[in-house]
């Protein structure tokens, strides 16, 4: 087949979790990434940039090292609770999905510098010391299901447009490639019909029905991950530098299904010779998608106390250079009830892409108030460059995807607020996260609630951390191209809420 005609499916017929084209939505999915962190961190709502002395800082702001006076490791396991409410076309569904992974795995080793006989112990560069840790900071496991009676149309009418566009774009229609509008006229879901005193010449829908019922299963799989190396040093117990790199790794796996039944206008057993009539068909579109990648980012900051009780603190992150993978296929089965199943199942689409993503960078600024050895205030203000999003390949032509990154994204303000109690060995915390929404038009804030507790005894000690996540957001199962119709694409309006748990288990050395 073309190579164009097969990246024009990849590019237009791919629908993801989010609403724009198939690598524009993919880059914002793998851009929006959280800071692995210690459960102790995650209950305070992240707001750690000007806390320091916690093995969150190995992958978060790497002045933090320099706090710490002796070595240090912890493991943090996580459970993730998922659920979507929907909303299609006034019908709600819900579905669930329970995970359990390492979010946090560090080690920490101290290392005091020496000073000359006589010196002041305290003053001069004092100690530079050495972390690293795995950090998982993106999960894609959840299952979606929404389903309704479109009164509007059917998927039909979209497979026509491709059909069309095709026309438009490369001057002709092979119905015999492998590709989905040539599958949608071979299963007479859509046909081309001469001029008409109401309609051009072109590919329209065979379907003669309205309130055609619709559903559409996705199931989401995999994570991104990081390996954090970083350094930190202490500056007569007043300034903290710090330095770090990551090394990041994507699985991404994704399946959907999405059915329609109606009732369309064929040729009984493909006779043409035939008059036409009504049958009542049932089609299923198969959609797999198998992403995987690597690639790599570098982090500064800094944590300056200008007088014991308070300590400020910044980071810069860099984008993530990243090359990634993506393997799409996709298939088309209908069934008549006057003919079986016409089916391309034998012969499904499938396409390789490999691409270039830039995510990006992140400028974070935080103040933490300490009250004597009581506990703590904490609050963060964090800039995401989302509009810096940038795609490239050498097997596809990505310009309009780059178009959607910079019209269909902005840039965004995150804020964070924690506080941690000491009761003598047992410690109380609690905090707010809250991400600014840099879909232009759609979807909502994520906001994370968030409690824990945590017990120090000797040198070991354990944090127990719950998280309540929410944010809204609309999908499409399909897109109508604006140029080439008047129909609106169906939406499918989302509620996702998250119940997760994070248990941290640690010691000094």
């Known amino acids: 087949m073309n190579l164009k005609y097969a990246l024009t499916g990849v590019a237009i017929v791919a629908a993801s979790q989010v609403s724009y084209a198939q690598y524009s939505g993919d880059a914002f999915r793998f851009s929006q990434t959280q800071t692995g962190a210690t459960a102790r961190i995650k209950a305070i709502g992240g707001a750690s940039t ?186 007569s117990n007043k300034l903290y530098l710090g330095f770090g790199i990551g090394i990041t790794d994507l699985r991404f796996n994704r399946t959907s299904v999405f059915n329609e039944t109606g009732t369309s ?58 090359t990634i993978a993506d393997s799409y296929l996709e298939g088309l089965q209908t069934q008549y009830a006057q003919s079986g199943v016409i089916s391309n199942s034998s012969n499904p689409g499938d396409y390789d892409v490999t691409y270039n993503l830039r995510t990006p960078m992140k400028v974070s600024g935080g103040v933490a108030v300490f009250v004597g050895k009581y506990g703590f205030i904490s609050g963060d203000v964090e800039y995401v460059d989302y509009k810096g999003m940038h795609l490239s390949s050498g097997d596809y032509d990505n310009s309009q995807d780059n178009t959607d990154l910079s019209t269909l994204y902005k840039s965004t303000v995150n804020a964070r607020v924690g506080a941690e109690a000491k009761l003598e060995d047992f410690f109380i915390r609690g905090g707010f996260n809250y991400q600014g929404n840099p879909q232009v038009g759609i979807g909502s804030p994520i906001k994370t609630t968030s409690a824990g507790l945590g017990y120090r005894f000797g040198k070991y000690y354990v944090d127990a951390t719950y998280q309540y996540i929410t944010r809204s957001t609309t999908i499409y199962p399909y897109q109508f191209d604006p140029i080439y119709s008047t129909d609106a694409s169906p939406a499918a309006n989302l509620k996702n809420t998250y119940n997760n748990a994070f248990l941290t288990l640690g010691m000094r050395f």
Do not use: C, H
């Open 265 to 322: 206008s064929i040729y009984p057993n493909n006779n043409f010779n035939t008059a036409p009539v009504p049958a009542a068909y049932s089609s299923q579109y198969f959609q797999n998608q198998i992403t995987t990648g690597t690639g790599f980012n570098a982090r500064v900051g800094f944590i300056y106390k200008p007088v014991e009780a308070v300590r400020i603190g910044v980071t810069y992150t860099s984008p993530t250079w990243m």
């Open 50 to 235: 000007a806390v320091g002395g916690d093995l969150s800082s190995v992958s978060g702001n790497p002045a933090g090292l320099g706090f710490f006076t002796k070595s240090e490791l912890s493991v943090t396991p996580e459970f993730n609770g998922s659920k979507v409410e929907s909303n299609y076309f006034g019908q709600n569904n819900n579905s669930n999905k329970n995970q359990v992974n390492l979010n946090n795995a560090s080690v920490v080793f101290y290392n005091r510098l020496s000073t000359p006989r006589g010196r002041d112990k305290t003053k001069g560069w004092l100690s530079f010391n050495l972390g690293a840790s795995y950090n998982r900071t993106n999960n894609f496991y959840q299952n979606t299901y929404y389903a309704g009676r479109n009164p509007n149309g059917s998927i039909s009418d979209y497979y026509a447009q491709l059909a069309n566009k095709e026309v438009a774009q490369y001057g002709n229609f092979a119905s015999n490639d492998n590709t989905l509008q040539a599958w949608a006229v071979n299963q007479q879901l859509s046909a081309l019909y001469d001029a008409s005193p109401t309609s051009p010449k072109g590919y329209y829908s065979n379907v003669t029905s309205l309130n055609n019922s619709q559903n559409n299963s996705v199931v989401t799989s995999g994570g991104q991950s990081e390996i954090s190396l970083s350094g930190g040093a202490n500056y």
